[in-house]
């Protein structure tokens, strides 16, 4: 009986402990650990479009003048209708690449209003080095045809009126789609 007692002191004394540290840990990251973000040289968020690169669509409104819902990564779970791999297959499926033998990167930028509309798209076309370049004209129409379809995006409609980024990586090998990011 004594030791359980003990036993369970010391698991008490231990979770006190990592508490009080933790509490430490984030006060300090609060007052000193922060770094200082330099607005001249970045003045935007990730999600900025500029009007300079984008093809800001005449008769696209954004539902909200806040920040646009950032889905950065593959997992963001409301973004795609049915799923990435449904998008993905459907993208494979349909894109023909014969005439095409281009190797880089085809990076589309844009915004889902919450009614579901996609609007102010850029199209960034990068070599292997990832540096600008002029891929073929056909498949970047193509593609980008194939991926702005609204069925292939969801909407936060009935969640809340918010407008989403969101970006695609079409990563092509001698013309063929090899890599959908994210």
Request: proline share 5%; charged share 25%.
């Amino acid at each position: 009986m004594k030791k359980g007692i003990i036993k369970w002191g010391l698991f008490l004394l231990l979770g006190m402990g990592f508490l009080v540290t933790s509490g430490f840990g984030l006060l300090y990251y609060q007052v000193q650990g922060r770094f200082e973000v330099d607005e001249e040289k970045y003045p935007y968020h990730v999600g900025y479009l500029s009007p300079e690169n984008a093809d800001f669509s005449k008769d696209f409104e954004r539902c909200s003048d806040e920040l646009p819902i950032g889905f950065y990564h593959s997992t963001a779970p409301h973004i795609y209708n049915n799923g990435k791999p449904a998008f993905q297959a459907y993208i494979l499926a349909n894109f023909e690449n014969e005439p095409y033998s281009d190797n880089g990167y085809l990076n589309l930028r844009f915004l889902i209003d919450c009614e579901g509309d996609l609007g102010d798209l850029e199209v960034n076309e990068l070599n292997t080095d990832l540096e600008l370049t002029d891929l073929s004209d056909e498949l970047v129409n193509d593609l980008v045809a194939l991926a702005m379809r609204p069925e292939n995006w969801a909407s936060l409609k009935k969640k809340e009126p918010r407008d989403m980024y969101m970006y695609l990586l079409f990563k092509l090998e001698n013309g063929k789609v090899v890599e959908i990011i994210p």
